[in-house]
């Protein structure tokens, strides 16, 4: 089965910039996360969606970070204006169903300058 | 708030040689998990330990659930240079919300 899949790679903005990703689960699976994983920590949950219902974005910025998940399907993730704190790796992940594995996908690699 | 402590948080060893990673906290967990992640690339999944004292091999890994489900171990027999990675453990504080520690950066010298 094909991958979770997130674009751009990587991407590099000014401090105050907007800034969007994008992620494409895999197909039929019901949750889906984003994580920001500062270097060298371990990754930090930002928000859960159960199909297209948000479930849990306790720990996401909410004056300037924003997602969404059109449909149940692909979701994208907003921060606006951006920090210099904001460079992290943002990870998309999905799962099949309440309390089944998680599946990453590679990233994208934000830096803030 | 619950929090996963991982130690150590830098090991660097020869080729064959034994190590042991930890994790720790002081929450309890209805189960946990360990993934290995290699640069550039998302978290691997690698095993899900659930009951209390579990264990469970993955060739040369062991991985430990402590009794209590507060602690886990994950123990690597004769290392070889292809273990090289970061190794996460992450605990499942219900809702199946994820809790990561800050991972153990392993390197495996040939």
């Known amino acids: 089965e094909a991958g979770v899949a997130q674009s751009p790679r990587y991407k590099i903005i000014e401090k105050r910039q907007s800034v969007a990703f994008w992620c494409n689960p895999i197909?039929?699976?019901?949750?889906l996360y984003w994580y920001q994983q500062i270097l060298g920590q371990g990754p930090k949950l930002l928000i859960q969606?159960?199909?297209?219902?948000?479930?849990?974005d306790s720990q996401l910025p909410k004056d300037r970070f924003s997602a969404e998940r059109l449909k149940g399907v692909d979701s994208t993730l907003k921060i606006q204006p951006a920090k210099l704190e904001d460079s992290a790796v943002y990870l998309c992940a999905s799962s099949a169903y309440y309390n089944s594995p998680l599946h990453f996908g590679n990233g994208t690699r934000l830096t803030v300058t | 708030t619950q929090l996963l402590e991982q130690s150590p948080q830098f090991l660097s060893i020869q080729e064959g040689e034994n190590l042991t990673v930890y994790c720790n906290s002081s929450s309890v967990f209805s189960s946990l998990q360990w993934y290995r992640q290699e640069p550039g690339e998302g978290p691997v999944l690698l095993v899900t330990v659930v009951t209390g004292g579990e264990v469970k091999k993955l060739k040369r890994l062991t991985f430990q659930f402590g009794d209590a489900r507060k602690d886990s171990s994950l123990h690597i027999t004769a290392a070889q240079p292809g273990d090289t990675g970061l190794y996460l453990c992450?605990?499942?504080?219900?809702?199946?919300?994820?809790?990561f520690g800050q991972g153990t950066r392993l390197t495996i010298n040939p």
């Open positions: 197909s039929g699976h019901a949750t």
């Open positions: 969606f159960q199909n297209n219902g948000v479930v849990d």
């Open positions: 992450a605990g499942n504080g219900g809702a199946q919300k994820l809790v």
